[in-house]
């Protein structure tokens, strides 16, 4: 989703059910894409990465999903708990600058409703 | 519990004040970033050390400048620096060169007066 003004694009989900937390990006050479999870006052985890070769990744409770074609990334979170209330951040290495140049996208805040 | 340690954790300085903001990591990671974050928007890179050379500088003005003393340490010096630099910096490292997996600290937060 995209931001507007200081407004976070939100997902409200109840515990238990999945989440799928979306994300577009733009640059059609990028080749290798995380998930990072960010906590209230706390920087940036990271979850799960993904490279242009593979179309899924599976990890715990977690699936990426990419789409090069429409140039779409997706987050699925199984079996949502409360402590997965975060904002949630796609990001990409970009074709130049190499793996140290993590750009990040947009964020999505996921609330979870116990 | 990060292992990336950032110092101070908040910090308030007037614009014709000189003040450092310090990050550790004892995990051997050779690669270490300074990014910056406003609320409600995502961290936006500033630096890059890797072997302790600056190897990416994403056109940051030169009130903040950045240093490694060595492989475990990462500074950022402040100076003249303006109220719309108030934010959050996040200091994170990385182990190699072919992973996005960064680990970050939790953050120096910035009040520019």
């Known amino acids: 989703g995209e931001s507007v003004g200081l407004h976070l694009p939100t997902l409200s989900v109840q515990e238990g059910d999945n989440s799928i937390i979306n994300c577009a990006y733009s640059?059609?050479?990028?080749?290798?894409f995380i998930w990072y999870k960010q906590e209230s006052g706390k920087g940036p985890q990271f979850i799960i990465d993904i490279r242009s070769n593979m179309d899924k990744r599976q990890g715990q409770r977690v699936t990426v999903l990419l789409n090069k074609t429409v140039k779409h990334l997706s987050l699925q979170i199984a079996a949502t708990q409360p402590g997965d209330s975060a904002v949630y951040f796609c990001?990409?290495?970009?074709?130049?600058?190499?793996?140290?140049?993590?750009?990040f996208g947009t964020g999505t805040k996921l609330q979870v409703i116990p | 519990d990060t292992e990336v340690t950032q110092t101070p954790k908040h910090l308030v300085m007037g614009m014709t004040n000189k003040k450092s903001l310090k990050c550790e990591q004892h995990m051997g990671h050779r690669a270490m970033y300074w990014y910056k974050q406003k609320a409600k928007k995502p961290p936006e890179l500033m630096f890059v050390y890797s072997y302790e050379k600056l190897s990416i500088n994403e056109s940051v003005p030169s009130r903040f400048s950045p240093e490694c003393p060595n492989s475990s340490l990462l500074n950022l010096h402040l100076h003249a620096l303006q109220p719309e630099d108030s934010a959050l910096y996040l200091c994170a490292s990385s182990q190699a060169q072919d992973t996005g997996e960064l680990f970050f600290g939790e953050g120096s937060r910035l009040t520019v007066l």
């Open positions: 640059n059609s050479a990028s080749d290798y």
């Open positions: 990001a990409e290495i970009p074709d130049s600058g190499g793996y140290q140049k993590v750009t």
